[in-house]
């Protein structure tokens, strides 16, 4: 069952700015790389589904935050149907977070009061989500879709719209300054903030350095 509603899921993430995307094989690992975040401030995490028997590292992460890390909202991403949704939820997911836009998915996110942010790159698209239900939508690939000005020419009309890119974010205050000043609500940053040391291994000390910094930039730059 989820920690935290779908309301404290929406204002963490405004609050903390960023959102750090993850994976790991190895559960010892990606606890490691969660508590390197943790330490930096970070207070919603996003574990992404993208190896086999991810869930069960998913599952481990839940039982772990929820004992050490007790303000940590962990949330599912790259989760693409209704079944694997359901999985995840079932495991304790506080938010799903989608590349695409799933209306199923938004029926069964709602049963459960589950904050559930879908990844869009047009209005009809971010319209058609906020009409599920969607309190933050994700543009994805955010780059690509047309970055910060992007962004700030969707806030023209839809004010309202709390837009998440993810896809080519930078722990650097230029690319934060551009995209916060742009409208975006918060930001998903995945391999950007995954530091890793000559030898391959994970940096946790830059992991919570690059954390600590993006919040700081978030803070200041946000509308």
């Given at each position: 069952?989820?920690?935290?509603?779908?309301?404290?899921?929406?204002?963490?993430?405004?609050?903390?700015?960023?959102?750090?995307?993850?994976?790991?094989?190895?559960?010892?690992?990606?606890?490691?790389?969660?508590?390197?975040?943790?330490?930096?401030?970070?207070?919603?995490?996003?574990?992404?589904?993208?190896?086999?028997?991810?869930?069960?590292?998913?599952?481990?992460?839940?039982?772990?935050?929820?004992?050490?890390?007790?303000?940590?909202?962990?949330?599912?991403?790259?989760?693409?149907?209704?079944?694997?949704?359901?999985?995840?939820?079932?495991?304790?997911?506080?938010?799903?977070?989608?590349?695409?836009?799933?209306?199923?998915?938004?029926?069964?996110c709602?049963r459960?009061?589950?904050?559930?942010?879908?990844?869009?790159?047009?209005?009809?698209?971010?319209?058609?989500?906020?009409?599920?239900?969607?309190?933050?939508?994700?543009?994805?690939?955010?780059?690509?879709?047309?970055?910060?000005?992007?962004i700030?020419?969707?806030?023209g009309?839809?004010?309202?719209?709390?837009?998440?890119?993810?896809?080519?974010?930078?722990?650097?205050?230029?690319?934060?300054?551009?995209?916060?000043?742009?409208?975006?609500?918060?930001?998903?940053?995945?391999?950007?903030?995954?530091?890793?040391?000559?030898?391959?291994?994970?940096?946790?000390?830059?992991?919570?350095?690059?954390?600590?910094?993006?919040?700081?930039?978030?803070?200041?730059?946000?509308?």
């Amino acid at each position: 069952m989820a920690q935290f509603s779908r309301i404290e899921v929406a204002l963490k993430a405004k609050e903390t700015g960023i959102v750090p995307v993850f994976y790991h094989a190895d559960a010892e690992i990606a606890k490691t790389v969660v508590k390197a975040c943790y330490d930096g401030g970070a207070r919603i995490f996003e574990f992404t589904n993208r190896g086999d028997f991810a869930h069960e590292i998913f599952a481990e992460l839940v039982k772990y935050a929820t004992k050490e890390l007790p303000e940590m909202i962990l949330g599912v991403g790259s989760i693409v149907e209704e079944a694997t949704t359901a999985l995840y939820i079932q495991l304790g997911a506080n938010f799903i977070v989608a590349p695409i836009l799933n209306e199923n998915m938004a029926k069964v996110c709602n049963r459960r009061k589950i904050s559930w942010m879908p990844g869009c790159g047009s209005l009809s698209e971010i319209n058609f989500a906020e009409e599920l239900g969607a309190e933050i939508v994700k543009i994805f690939p955010a780059t690509q879709v047309g970055g910060p000005d992007f962004i700030s020419s969707v806030k023209g009309p839809m004010k309202f719209t709390n837009i998440m890119p993810t896809g080519g974010v930078k722990p650097t205050e230029d690319n934060l300054k551009e995209w916060f000043q742009a409208g975006a609500y918060c930001v998903g940053m995945g391999s950007q903030l995954m530091a890793k040391k000559a030898d391959g291994s994970f940096d946790l000390e830059k992991i919570t350095e690059l954390t600590e910094a993006s919040i700081g930039f978030a803070k200041k730059y946000q509308k």
